[in-house]
């Protein structure tokens, strides 16, 4: 375990905050493609409720925890995230 953190130490703050942030970003991406999917969809969803809300809860959680730490790379990631699992929530709702 001491090896590992000590692998992980490697790298200023700035470069650890641009790799979240990308790695945010496609994660934001996945998102993105379900809910152009459920656009293009006419039948009804077949997502959860309650996974989709689920997710919508753990982006919260980490745009505040970003906001409260000033985190840039959990601001920007989870803020497009959480609104796009916001949008998706909404549509599943909808349909």
């Known amino acids: 375990m001491k090896k590992l953190i000590n692998t992980i130490q ?3 703050d700035k ?3 641009v790799a979240g942030t990308v790695f945010g970003l496609l994660g ?3 998102i993105l493609s ?4 459920e656009f293009e969809r006419q039948t009804p969803s077949t ?6 809300f689920g997710f919508l809860m ?7 925890y970003g906001l409260r730490f000033k985190r840039p790379a959990l601001i920007i990631s989870n ?3 959480f609104s796009l699992q916001f949008t998706l929530l909404i ?3 909808i349909k």
């Open 10 to 12: 490697v790298g200023s």
């Open 34 to 37: 379900q809910l152009l999917s």
């Open 58 to 64: 753990v982006y919260g959680f980490w745009l505040f």
């Open 91 to 93: 549509i599943i709702s």
């Open 79 to 81: 803020i497009i995230a």
């Open 15 to 17: 470069q650890w905050d």
């Open 47 to 52: 997502l959860s409720f309650g996974f989709v």
């Open 28 to 30: 934001s991406l996945a």
